[in-house]
T-cell receptor, first 111, second 115 residues
Framework: GNSVTQMEGPVTLSEEAFLTINCTYT??????LFWYVQYPGEGLQLLLK?????DKGSNKGFEATYRKETTSFHLEKGSVQVSDSAVYFC??????????FGKGTRLHILP | GAVVSQHPSRVICKSGTSVKIECRSL??????MFWYRQFPKQSLMLMAT?????????EQGVEKDKFLINHASLTLSTLTVTSAHPEDSSFYIC???????????FGPGTRLLVL
């Protein structure tokens, strides 16, 4: 079946540090891949997405590249800010079926 | 971007009462809406999928008589938690998409506390 595995948190970094949150997936067919962000007490917001191999999604300084050969979609940001503190969910969908979420990674950024 | 709202954002009710949560797509027609439940510090659990004008499809283990879903229009879906009990306390989140688009847009969530 389809599944998403992402690194467990919490991840704690200092402001301006480099961020990587790992995400790997298993899917039948050709999935579209997503990163969603959830700020405290709020719903999910789409952060970025990629729909085919080698696509790079980017938004607000975050990037992730769809790597079919390693079945990965790691989230990166060159310089994090305190306001980036949130929970990040990696997710996939195949042929517009329901979204499969990872368990989420909690990120704490210290000033 | 597409906007989805939920109402109320927070509700407290007594055990045994029913609670209705609304999910609205504000600037697009949502042919499909999804309802999720999220426990503290956990991922989202899909409860059901609803298509406009059709009966909702519930995930395994979700009681359809307990969680009534109505999707009567292209901009509104409702989730009614019937005869609520303390174990129903949770964060409920809806999402919506149009046609066969892959991207779902999420509402801000409704926090339900059953006393």
């Amino acid at each position: 079946g389809n599944s998403v595995t992402q690194m467990e948190g919490p991840v704690t970094l200092s402001e301006e540090a480099f961020l990587t949150i790992n995400c790997t997936y298993t899917a039948t067919g050709y999935p579209s891949l997503f990163w969603y962000v959830q700020y405290p007490g709020e719903g999910l917001q789409l952060l970025l997405k990629a729909t085919k191999a080698d696509d790079k999604g980017s938004n607000k300084g975050f990037e992730a590249t769809y790597r079919k050969e390693t079945t990965s979609f790691h989230l990166e940001k060159g310089s994090v800010q305190v306001s980036d503190s949130a929970v990040y969910f990696c997710a996939l969908t195949v042929r517009s079926d329901k979204i499969i979420f990872g368990k989420g990674t909690r990120l704490h950024i210290l000033p | 971007g597409a906007v989805v709202s939920q109402h109320p954002s927070r509700v407290i009710c007594k055990s045994g009462t029913s609670v209705k949560i609304e999910c609205r797509s504000l600037d697009f027609q949502a042919t499909t809406m999804f309802w999720y439940r999220q426990f503290p510090k956990q991922s989202l659990m899909l409860m059901a999928t609803s298509n406009e004008g059709s009966k909702a499809t519930y995930e395994q283990g979700v009681e359809k008589d307990k969680f009534l879903i109505n999707h009567a229009s292209l901009t509104l879906s409702t989730l009614t938690v019937t005869s609520a009990h303390p174990e129903d306390s949770s964060f409920y989140i809806c999402s919506a998409r149009w046609a066969d688009q892959e991207t779902q847009y999420f509402g801000p969530g409704t926090r339900l506390l059953v006393l």
